[in-house]
């Protein structure tokens, strides 16, 4: 399976991602790393794999302007699936369309719970609500923000004392294990 990854981030969960191809756990090669970050971590991730990557700058360009370019270096490397890894942007309904049901992304709660909120905005609204468990959810990506179905769902508990790092690490360490999960899973789930 021909992967690529949208990231903006870190991009954490690429380093369970690529070991896991490299054991042979999961059939798939990651095909390009795209970023919207010049200096994003995950550009610097997939340099030291050794994996084509991109910038691709939507500063003073419309969406659909930013994510054709997006998929026209998607469509060159005839992608499988794409992975959503820290992605700060929210994708066109024509990106959308062109790609449905190829594309997944990982939110940082158990949806519906703390949907529309990135990054550390939704740990600290897990701690105000008293939640007793967190955790990730891989999701199909739909035109609407955190409402494609939900393919995995991996949780772990909300500790007293915790702050929004704690979670946030004790997520992200989840985070890899589900993306394996659903590539491993995806061939039976098309």
């Known amino acids: 399976m021909r ?46 794999h050794s994996i084509d990557s991109y910038y691709v700058s939507h500063k003073n360009k419309k969406r659909g302007v930013f994510d054709l370019e997006m998929s026209q270096i998607l469509e060159n490397k005839k992608i499988d699936l794409i992975l959503l ?13 062109k790609w449905a049901g190829k594309i997944i992304n990982v939110h940082p709660s158990l949806l519906p719970k703390h949907a529309g909120g990135m990054n550390k905005s939704v740990h600290e609204s897990v701690l105000l609500s008293g939640d007793e468990k967190t955790g990730c959810t891989i999701h199909l990506v739909t035109k609407e923000v955190d409402s494609g179905p939900i393919l ?6 909300v500790k007293k004392g915790d702050t929004v790092e704690d979670l946030k690490n004790r997520v992200q360490a989840l985070e890899g294990r589900a993306f394996i999960q659903v590539i491993k899973n995806w061939r039976n789930n098309e």
Do not use: W, Y
Request: overall charge positive; proline content about 2%; aromatic content about 4%.
């Open 85 to 97: 890894i820290g992605f700060m942007r929210i994708l066109s309904s024509s990106f959308v369309e």
């Open 152 to 157: 995995l769902q991996l949780s772990c508990p």
């Open 3 to 48: 992967l690529a990854v949208l990231g903006s981030t870190n991009g954490t969960d690429i380093e369970a991602i690529v070991a896991a191809i490299k054991s042979g756990e999961i059939n798939a090669h990651i095909e390009v790393v795209v970023s919207n970050k010049k200096d994003s971590g995950i550009l610097k991730k997939a340099k030291n």
